[in-house]
T-cell receptor, first 116, second 110 residues
Framework: GAGVSQTPSNKVTEKGKYVELRCDPISGHTALYWYRQSLGQGPEFLIYFQGTGAADDSGLPNDRFFAVRPEGSVSTLKIQRTERGDSAVYLC??????????????FGEGSRLTVL | GQSLEQPSEVTAVEGAIVQINCTYQTSGFYGLSWYQQHDGGAPTFLSYNALDGLEETGRFSSFLSRSDSYGYLLLQELQMKDSASYFCAFSNQAGTALIFGKGTTLSVSS
């Protein structure tokens, strides 16, 4: 596709369950980012991949959160033992190289996670 | 630390001009980006200023003053479709991600 694709668009789960959120970036973009956005707030950085490796995971809130990008394209964000506070929209973004000299990221529409 | 401050809400009428200010605090500044986000939608890139001055893109312009740690987004000839949230953002100190402000909700009325 032409843009960043995220699935599912909506996910409702129960406290304590495991969830996976998928991101398919723009073809050819080596840099991939996960952000989390709560209502009325700006996107909050979680993790940055350059190719297959996590170049910066300093934004992951705790060890229940993990992300992979095994082939340098599609990425999966994994959340274990979900808590109600994990409810948010999880945004994925990609960019051509990861260089911040253009300030431009291409975002998907996000996966809305609701933990009951 | 790093922070960005912008007003939480701005209201205006169709056809008017509105300015959304952003002040920031950081070390190792690269430049200031602006994003638009409609309800339920993806943030979309509007502009980026690396150097001082005004950048114009159609009805939207963005300004940066590095010495004042200040920038703004100027929207002219407002239309109802401009009702959205607007975020300023800059690179984190490692140069690995953008840090976003809390956003300004713009409401345009007829």
């Amino acid at each position: 596709g032409a843009g960043v694709s995220q699935t599912p668009s909506n996910k409702v789960t129960e406290k304590g369950k495991y969830v996976e959120l998928r991101c398919d970036p723009i073809s050819g973009h080596t840099a991939l980012y996960w952000y989390r956005q709560s209502l009325g707030q700006g996107p909050e950085f979680l993790i940055y991949f350059q190719g297959t490796g996590a170049a910066d995971d300093s934004g992951l809130p705790n060890d229940r959160f993990f992300a992979v990008r095994p082939e340098g394209s599609v990425s999966t964000l994994k959340i274990q033992r979900t808590e109600r506070g994990d409810s948010a929209v999880y945004l994925c973004a990609s960019s051509l190289s990861g260089q911040m000299n253009t300030g431009e990221l291409f975002f998907g529409e996000g996966s809305r996670l609701t933990v009951l | 630390g790093q922070s960005l401050e912008q007003p939480s809400e701005v209201t205006a009428v169709e056809g008017a001009i509105v300015q959304i200010n952003c002040t920031y605090q950081t070390s190792g500044f690269y430049g200031l980006s602006w994003y638009q986000q409609h309800d339920g939608g993806a943030p979309t890139f509007l502009s980026y200023n690396a150097l001082d001055g005004l950048e114009e893109t159609g009805r939207f312009s963005s300004f940066l003053s590095r010495s004042d740690s200040y920038g703004y987004l100027l929207l002219q000839e407002l239309q109802m479709k401009d009702s959205a949230s607007y975020f300023c953002a800059f690179s984190n100190q490692a140069g690995t991600a953008l840090i976003f402000g809390k956003g300004t909700t713009l409401s345009v009325s007829s």
